[in-house]
């Protein structure tokens, strides 16, 4: 829900490195909000990180590095094919996966088992 503190969370993730990653892809609806521009300001001067922020649509996780950090964002109401893919296939390229979603009784089940 609104105001749980999501994205205080999703930021202690990234910028503390709570999660270890090489790569950094979010793939958001809604790309322009003040969290996101932070993390592009901040990614910009990191060089040993490449970081893709992007609303232009999800990437197949057989094009995802390895070594990653993917976050989706507000995904729910969208096919979940792609999605889906990753968190059944990225283990073996050690991707970690994190949705980010209002309400999840909407989600398909082999995404949030």
């Known amino acids: 829900s609104s105001g749980s503190g999501k994205t205080n969370l999703l930021c202690n993730i990234i910028l503390k490195y709570w999660i270890h990653y090489k790569n950094l892809y979010i793939f958001a609806r ?14 910009n001067n990191i060089d040993k990180i490449e970081a893709h922020i992007t609303d232009d649509g999800i990437i197949s996780v057989d094009d995802c590095e390895p070594d990653s ?21 990225s283990r073996s390229k050690n991707i970690s996966c994190i949705y980010i979603g209002q309400n999840y009784s909407l989600l398909d089940l082999q995404v949030i088992r």
């Open 30 to 43: 809604s790309i322009d909000q003040p969290i996101y521009e932070k993390l592009k300001a901040v990614f």
């Open 69 to 89: 950090l993917v976050i989706f964002d507000d995904y729910i109401l969208d096919k979940q094919d792609k999605i889906k893919g990753y968190f059944i296939r």
